[in-house]
């Protein structure tokens, strides 16, 4: 577990300089394999497998709000969706998931590991296009909580990122709800459908890892949801 970055040292001139991190090596790559929870998996986005069942549900959102602050979307039909989740799954600098339900079995969200950076032990999580049947629902949460779970457990990743439009409130109470620590805005830092963007920037590290895993198995537990699959704690009460 790394130290907080406030505990530095000084050199010989008495100057601060960062913290030591003993043994560090580059992490690997994440892989291309799934991952498996109670109310949801992921799986590595297959266009073949996956766009008609995504399309399908992106389709339920009828005025369009899901891809507002998204760099891509919305698509004009199935085919045009399908061109772009071939693009996204063939990529070499992000790795894709589809979110499938596992009540009904469909695809219903894709997420993607981004700015993958194995030298430093950087990732971040992003272009997130979640359809109706995945917002707001457990297994929304549960998606994020996997993809973190991978990145810090098993290839030991020291910073998780998360970025999203400044003007992206939903976005930024979602950070915020699952862990991440706001850090600040990058003004004008891009331009999005020919308009700016300011990017608000979050992330977890390794340090905050252990107590925000523990959050996560307590708000996961079967006996944290009704009868009716309604949350009793909500889970921005324990990583507030």
Known sequence: MSPNTTNH?????????????????????????????????LEPLDPDRHAAELHAANSED??????????????????????????AAASRERLTYAIVDSATDKAVGVASYLNIKPASGSIEVGALAYSPALQRRPASTEA??????????????????????????????????LGFRYEGIFRQADVVKGRN???????????????LKDAFARWLAPENFDALGEQRVSLSSMTR
């Open 62 to 87: 009828r005025e369009g709000r899901m891809w507002t602050y998204l760099p891509f979307g919305p698509y004009p039909d199935l085919a045009a969706y399908t061109a772009a989740l071939r693009a």
């Open 9 to 41: 040292e000084t050199n010989e001139l008495g100057q601060p300089i960062g913290f030591p991190v003993k043994d560090w090596e580059a992490r690997a790559q994440p892989a291309r394999t799934g991952m498996a929870g109670r109310f949801c998996r």
């Open 197 to 211: 963007r300011d990017t608000a920037w979050f992330a977890i590290t390794d340090g905050d890892w252990p107590g």
């Open 144 to 177: 994020m909580f996997l993809m973190m779970r991978r990145v810090f457990d098993e290839l030991g990743y020291r910073r998780y990122e998360w970025k999203c439009n400044a003007l992206n409130e939903p976005s930024r109470a979602a950070a915020e709800r």
